[in-house]
């Protein structure tokens, strides 16, 4: 499970608690909220993608499907969070958290004393998170209700914002991502995990479904400020890439 890439890891803080609090149930708005001065929003890269998440029953049929032995992350769940490196007392961005796979085990990786932010667009997951969040006694869990361009967290609330399977449903990934890293403190690390796209190789309903290749994901990523840190390499049908919010006056 090497780490590829860049030897320029950043110090992991032990502790990490942020004491900006995100904003809550962000306000819908701004159609043009990447558009500042006259320029043009970003366009949608891939309209309606998430438009079967809002349909009735959806928080049930979604638990089913992210929480099954078919998805790869689920099986390889345990692995994935502890490469994620996380240390007691850190703030995690659990961005799309969906119906919550990831936010509970996140939350016990930070411990009582960290936080986790689980943000999504849909309304019904994260109530579904709160609840399970709730039962497992998880009082670092937040919920954060996030618009499609920008996360609703507060500026260098996080120490990782952590995002599976998820990016290929982001809409306005430049938008987006400027927002994710505007979240992280700096030196801060974004952790990307999703599904590989390879012509030839992956199968036909994910060539449709996933629009771009790990290379592009990463050219957008790099384009909205991030560096890229590395690779893991122990999920065959997802890519583990690690970025950071480098710091001010770093010099790649
Ligand atoms: C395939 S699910 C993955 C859920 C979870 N991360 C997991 O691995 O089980 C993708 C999630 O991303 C969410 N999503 C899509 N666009 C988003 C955005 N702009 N901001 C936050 N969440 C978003 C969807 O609502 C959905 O819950």
Redesign the pocket.
């Known amino acids: 499970m090497g780490c590829a890439g860049s030897s320029a890891r950043p110090e992991v803080p032990a502790t990490g608690r942020q004491s900006a609090t995100p904003s809550i149930g962000a306000t819908a708005a701004s159609e043009a909220a990447s558009a500042t001065d006259g320029a043009v929003p970003e366009q949608s890269v891939r309209p309606g ?2 438009a079967k ?1 809002f349909e009735p029953g959806a928080a049930r049929t ?1 638990t089913e499907v ?2 099954g032995e078919s998805r790869e ?1 689920f099986r390889h769940r345990d692995a994935i969070v502890a490469a994620l490196g996380l240390a007691r007392g850190m703030a995690v961005g ?6 919550g ?2 936010t509970v085990p996140l939350a016990r990786a930070v411990g009582p004393e960290g936080q986790v932010y689980a ?4 309304p019904a ?1 994260l109530e579904r998170v709160a609840m399970r969040a709730q039962k497992a006694g998880a009082t670092q869990v937040t919920t954060v209700l ?4 920008r ?1 609703g967290l507060s500026p260098a609330s996080l120490d990782l914002a952590f ?4 990016y290929h ?4 990934p430049h938008s ?1 991502m400027t927002s994710v890293l505007e979240a992280l403190r700096p030196g801060g690390r974004l952790v990307v995990v999703d599904f590989e796209r390879i012509e030839g190789v992956t199968k036909k309903s994910m060539l449709l479904h996933v629009r771009a290749p790990k290379e592009t994901v990463i050219e957008e990523i790099l384009g909205a400020g991030f560096e890229l840190l590395g690779e893991e390499d122990f999920l065959k049908q997802n890519y583990f890439l690690t970025f950071w919010r480098p710091p001010e006056g770093h010099k790649p």
Do not use: K, M, Q
């Open positions: 993608v998430n998440y979604w992210f929480e992350v659990d961005i799309g958290a969906g119906t796979l990831f943000v999504d667009i849909v997951f996030g618009e499609e361009r996360t995002l599976c399977n998820v449903h982001i809409e306005y987006y």
